[in-house]
């Protein structure tokens, strides 16, 4: 896993849907975010990413916190993200 520097605030997009309780978008300025400071790479195996993958870094089922939480949100290849949920 690579270190992450997030040199750029949490989007706005990110805000609204905490304020909504509502999905993570995944088609706009947070996918563009979270693509700029991982570099379109998984965090896991540092694979080039295919799709607009976004993942929870730690799992939020038990903790709702982390939902919306934006040093938790990452890139992960579908890959890697199937391994996660095994
Ligand atoms: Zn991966």
Redesign the pocket.
């Known amino acids: 896993m690579f270190n992450v520097i997030r040199d750029c605030n949490e989007p706005e997009e990110l805000l609204n849907a905490k304020e909504s309780n509502g999905p993570i978008p995944t088609n706009g300025e947070l996918y563009e975010s979270i693509k700029m400071i991982t570099n379109n790479?998984?965090?896991?195996?540092?694979?080039q990413?295919k799709s607009r993958a976004i993942e929870h870094v730690q799992a939020h089922k038990r903790n709702p916190v982390l939902k919306y939480e934006w040093n938790n949100l990452l890139l992960?290849?579908?890959?890697?993200?199937e391994?996660k949920t095994i």
């Open positions: 790479h998984c965090y896991l195996c540092e694979s990413i992960a290849c579908t890959y890697c993200n391994l």
